[in-house]
């Protein structure tokens, strides 16, 4: 469905920090200036949202700004009516929850929708936990796949880890994903008990906090030790 209309905002695709490390230190100014003079935000959570922007600059008045949240629940109806401001002349931000916007979240239908109406959309700037995963892992970097979370389910997460390993022994492309922090031990201990031996296993946690955890060796090294990593934002790599 397109919306015609003469006037038009743009949609700034704004990164968040990944945490412990000055807004200064992760962003352009340009991010700043974006933020400080955009009174509506469309968010996956509200209260993260106002406590990401108000560390951006503390004399923001976060009760002049407008929050619409998108999440799983969200209808397509909803996002429709979203985009009206932008469609009416304002600018909107969307703000992910950590890192960049629509990178396994649900802010690639907005900016369809913007695409859709012929509204302009700007990345801004930002840290993405997948990217610094990567270039920090010493496996592929010419060649690799993100798949966002794995199944729920333990025996369809067992068959993805298995064609990720497969996939990456036969391509040598990395194979990277993410879980939700309270499974990341049920993943690791099934790719110690699954997995080749020589297959090689990169484990990146808590990316930019004091006590980030990166770590590449194979499968047969990492039987020897057991990470840190329960309840912790973590990106998995997988390399053959």
Not at 116 to 127: A, D, K, M, S, Y
Not at 139 to 147: A, D, L, M, R, T
Not at 192 to 215: F, G, V
Request: glycine share 4%; aromatic share 10%.
């Amino acid at each position: 469905m397109v919306i015609k209309t003469n006037n038009y905002g743009i949609l700034y695709l704004i990164p968040s920090d990944l945490g412990y490390v000055k807004p200064e230190e992760q962003f352009p100014a340009y991010n700043k200036s974006i933020i400080e003079r955009t009174k509506l935000f469309i968010v996956e959570n509200i209260r993260s949202a106002r406590r990401f922007i108000k560390s951006i600059d503390r004399s923001i008045n976060i009760d002049d700004l407008n929050f619409y949240e998108l999440n799983k629940r969200t209808s397509e109806q909803e996002a429709l009516q979203y985009i009206l401001p932008l469609l009416e002349g304002k600018d909107i931000g969307l703000i992910s929850e950590a890192g960049p916007p629509c990178i396994a979240d649900p802010g690639n239908f907005i900016v369809q929708l913007c695409h859709e109406n012929n509204i302009r959309v700007e990345p801004l700037i930002g840290p993405s936990s997948i990217l610094l995963a990567l270039i920090s892992s010493g496996f592929n970097g010419q060649s690799f796949c993100f798949h966002g979370y794995l199944p729920i389910d333990k025996k369809e997460r067992l068959n993805e880890i298995k064609a990720l390993e497969k996939k990456a022994r036969q391509t040598h492309q990395t194979q990277i994903f993410m879980e939700t922090p309270y499974r990341n031990i049920q993943v690791y201990e099934q790719m110690l008990q699954y997995c080749e031996p020589q297959t090689r296993l990169c484990i990146a946690a808590n990316i930019t906090h004091p006590d980030a955890y990166i770590k590449s060796m194979d499968i047969r090294a990492w039987k020897k030790q057991k990470p840190d990593i329960h309840k912790k934002p973590a990106i998995f790599l997988l390399y053959g």
